[in-house]
C-alpha cells in the first residue's frame, strides 16, 4: 500500500543528532498528576514554548497548567478568541521559530481540521492534543469517549497522513506527547495525540526522568543559504528542510497545492508530485512509526484490540479470561495512525477471532476488519461513552469469540 | 549607465510575474505604495513577514520577494499574532481584502485590535469578494448589487475605521488607491507604530462590483475617489460611513498610544512573578 | 542700474519614463494621473491587445514617477535623469 514518488528512496534518513531536553523545562521527580497535568509536562519537557488554546472540558486544564509554567520556563501561552484561532496561531508560531502545540475536545477538534489540513499541506511541526468526551455535537463534555478516532485519520479534508498517539496512562500522557514532539520534528508534520477524558483526569504517579534522559528530534532547520534553499524540495527521505521567519530565506508558505518553491501551481502534475509526497512521507515510514503492546500473544486464539482507557480494562478482562483457560491475547496500538496493519495482517493468519473494544459504535474495528482480510472474524464490543467498560462484559464478549 | 529597474521590482517575485489582478484593480497600486513605504521606513527586509488571507488582495503575499504567509481564509490575523509572538523581531503586515479580513476574519480582527497586537493590518476594501465571483460582503454598502443580493444589499455595512477604533486599534487611517502618496505615507507610520495598525484602502474591483453596479471600470472609480473624497485627518470615526457612491471621508482618523500585548504581558508577569519571571524574547 | 530679469533657472534634470511593454494592461491611471498630463495610449498594442502608454512631451517629464506608484501591472515607472545637454 506504498505510494509511488519514484525520484525518492524512502530507506536513506538522514543522520538526525538528537539533543537532550532543557533543564530549565522538565519537572524531574516522581508526581501524582492527573493525564491533563502530565500531557503539559511532556509539552514543556519536549521543549513546547508556544501554545494557544481554548478553553472545553475535559481539555482546559492542559493549557491552564501550561499557563502556570510557562512564564517561568520561558515562552507564551495566548488564551485565543476561538479554536479557529488557536490552530493557525499556533502555525504562525511554527513558523517564527517556536514549539507549538495546541489542545481541545471534539467540538473544538471539528473547527481545528481546516487547519490541521493546513498544517499538512504546508508540513508544519506543530502538536495538536484532543482529549475525546462523548458525542456528537456537544455531547457529555465531562465524561470519556473514543469517536474522534477516525476523525483524527480523515477529519479535513483532502488526502494527507496523520501520526496520532494514544496514551492509557498519566505517565504516557507525559511520554507520549514527548513523542508527538518528536514524530512532528522528523516528518515535519503535525501529529495527534488522542486523550480521553477518562486518562485526562485520572491521577496516577507520573516520573518525570532528568533532563539529559529526555532525547528530543531538533527541529531540521536547513544550513543551506537563502539562495539555494527551496523550502518544498524534499531530501532523500521525502522530507523537506525547514526554514524561519527573519533569517533571510523569505520563503512562501501557501495551503494552495504548490511546487518546491512553495508557488501555488494548480495542475494535475503538481498535485500528483505534492500530495503523493505528503501521503508518502508517512505512509512509507509505517512500519517505524507504527507502535503497539502486546500481552500473552503466544497462544492466543482470541485477540482484544483496545486502547485509550478501554485497555485498562481490557486487561482486566484479559486476565480473568485467562482464569478460565481461555486463550486470550491483547493488542494495544499506541501509536493509531498510521495503524499496525502489518501485525493484525500477521496475527489473523493464526488467530481465531479479533474483539476490537472501543467507547464507540465501530470506529477503529473497521481497520482491523480491513487488515484481517475476512482470515479472522472481527468483533466489536463498542457503546457510546461516557463511561468505561466493565471488564465483565468483555469477558462475556471473549467468550463469544472463543466459540 | 546602468537601465534603471522599478522601484516596485526588487520586492516582486520576478517569476511570480504577470499577477492574475485584472485591468484596473487597485490592489497592484497598493503594492507599489507598500514597497515605497519599506524604501521610505528603511525596515530590515529579511525581518519583514507578509500574511495574507484568501481572495483577491490574499495574493498580495505569493507576489512580494519576503516572508510571506499565504493562510486559510480569514486567520491572516491570528497567523500573524504567533508569527509575532514567536519571534517578536518581525516586522509582521497582514494584507487582505474585506471579506477575508472582517467577515469570516471579523472576530480575530476585534480580538487583536483589543489586545493591541504589534502588527500592521493593511485592509483593501474592494466592497466585495472577487476571487469567487462578486458575493456580497460585510463592507458593501446597502442597495449595491452583488451576485448573492441580485437585488441590492439589504443589510447595513461595517464602518471599518470605527469598528478598529472602538476594538482597540492605536492607528486607523483609511486612504482609497487613488491616494498613493498618502498611502505610502500612512504606511510607513503604521510600521513604526507600536500596536495595532490599521489601513483600510479602497479599493476598485472592475470585473465585478464596478461592473455590476453601473460604475464604469478601474479608471472610473478611480475619478470618483478623486472627486467624493474629502480629507478629513482626525475625524470621528463614527461619522466615516460608506454609502452608495456617496462621499468618502478619508485620512488618518486615530494615532493614539497604548501598551501592545507584548508590553502588557510582560509587565504583568515581572509584576506578579518578579524575578521568576523568565521572560521572552522569541523563539 | 536698470532691472535685468533673471535668467530662467536651468533643470538639473529631466525625467524618463520606462514601460514595459507586454506588463501593460491598459487601465489607463498613468495616463490619468501624469501631472503635466504627457503620456497617452500609444496606437500599437501589446501581445494582450492592451496600448501601454507612451510620452508625448519628453521634455516636459518631470521624472515624479506617479505614473510608476499608480500602475497597478509595475508595467511604466519614471526616474529622474540628469540633464547632459548643458
Known sequence: MGCACPELTIDE????????????????????????????????????????????????????????????????????????????????????????????????????MEHLGYA???????????????????????????????????????????????????????????????????????????????????????????ADE??????????????????????????????????????????????????????????????????????????????????????????????????????????????EGLKVGLLRPVVVWPFPDKRIRELAARVHAFLVVEMNYGQMVNEVERCAGGQARTLLLGHGGGTVHEPEEILKAIREAAS | MSIPINPVEPFLRADRMPHIWCPGCGIGTTVNCFARALVESKLPLEKVAVVSGIGCTGRVAGYM?????????????????????ANPNLHVVVYSGDGDLIAIGGNHFIHAARRNVDITVICVNNFTYGMTGGQVTPT?????????????CFERPFNLPFLAESSGAVYVARWTAYHVRYIAHAMVEAFQKKGFSFIEILSPCPTLYQRRNKMGDGLDTMRYY????????????QDVDISLQGDIIVGKFVDIERPTLQQTMDQQFRQTLKDRYAGWGGA | ??????????????????????????????VEFCPPKILAFSPEFNSHGYHPPYLTNEEACTGCDLCGLYCPDFAVFGVRVPRIDD
Not at chain 1, 496514551?167 to 500522557?173: A, G, L, R, V
Not at chain 2, 478623486?226 to 470615526?237: E, F, H
Open chain 2, 226 to 237: 478623486k472627486q467624493r473624497s474629502i480629507i478629513k485627518n482626525g475625524a470621528r470615526t
Open chain 1, 214 to 323: 529526555i532525547k528530543l528530534y531538533p527541529r531540521r532547520y536547513t544550513s543551506l543559504p537563502p539562495s539555494e534553499y527551496l523550502p518544498f524540495r524534499p531530501g532523500p527521505d521525502g522530507i523537506p528542510e525547514m526554514a524561519k521567519a527573519g533569517e533571510g530565506y523569505r520563503a512562501e508558505v501557501t495551503g494552495l497545492t504548490h511546487d518546491e518553491h512553495g508557488y501555488p501551481a494548480m495542475n494535475w502534475q503538481a498535485q500528483h508530485k505534492l500530495v503523493s509526497r505528503l501521503v508518502g512521507k508517512i505512509r512509507d515510514h509505517a512500519d517505524r512509526i507504527t507502535r503497539w503492546e502486546e500481552r500473552q500473544m503466544e497462544d492466543a486464539d482470541v485477540v482484544v484490540v483496545a486502547y485509550g482507557i478501554t485497555s485498562r480494562v481490557a486487561e482486566r478482562a484479559m486476565q480473568l479470561a485467562r482464569a
Open chain 1, 13 to 112: 534518513e538522514p543522520e538526525m543528532t538528537l539533543t537532550n531536553a532543557n533543564p530549565k523545562s522538565v519537572l524531574t521527580g516522581a508526581h501524582f498528576l492527573d493525564g491533563d497535568c502530565a500531557c503539559s509536562e511532556g509539552a514543556l519537557a519536549a521543549g513546547a514554548n508556544f501554545a494557544a488554546g481554548y478553553p472545553i472540558t475535559p481539555s482546559t486544564e492542559v493549557v491552564e497548567h501550561f499557563a502556570s509554567r510557562i512564564p517561568t520556563v520561558g515562552g507564551v501561552f495566548l488564551q485565543m478568541e476561538d479554536e479557529l484561532a488557536s490552530s493557525i496561531a499556533i502555525v504562525g508560531a511554527a513558523w517564527g521559530g517556536a514549539k507549538a502545540f495546541t489542545v481541545t475536545s471534539g467540538p473544538g477538534f471539528s473547527l481545528m
Open chain 2, 65 to 85: 520577494h519576503l516572508d510571506s504567509f499565504h493562510t486559510t481564509h480569514g486567520r491572516a490575523i491570528p497567523f500573524a499574532t504567533g508569527l509575532k509572538l
Open chain 1, 120 to 210: 499538512a499541506m504546508t508540513e508544519t511541526p506543530l502538536v495538536l492534543v484532543d482529549v475525546q468526551r462523548g458525542g456528537p455535537s456537544t455531547g457529555l463534555p465531562t465524561l470519556p469517549g473514543q469517536a474522534d478516532m477516525m476523525q483524527a485519520r480523515w477529519g479535513s479534508h483532502g488526502d494527507y497522513e496523520i501520526i496520532a498517539l494514544c496514551p492509557n496512562s498519566p505517565q504516557e500522557c507525559f511520554n507520549l506527547t514527548i513523542d508527538a514532539f518528536n514524530f512532528a520534528e522528523e516528518y515535519r508534520t503535525p501529529v495527534l495525540v488522542m486523550m480521553d477524558e477518562c486518562v485526562g483526569h485520572m491521577t496516577e504517579k507520573v516520573v518525570i526522568p532528568p
Open chain 3, 1 to 30: 542700474m536698470p532691472d535685468v530679469p533673471a535668467a530662467p533657472k536651468a533643470r538639473k534634470f529631466r525625467g524618463q519614463v520606462l514601460i514595459d511593454w507586454d506588463r501593460c494592461k491598459g487601465c489607463g491611471f498613468c
Open chain 2, 140 to 152: 458593501t454598502p446597502l442597495g449595491a448589487i452583488a451576485t448573492t443580493s441580485p437585488y441590492g
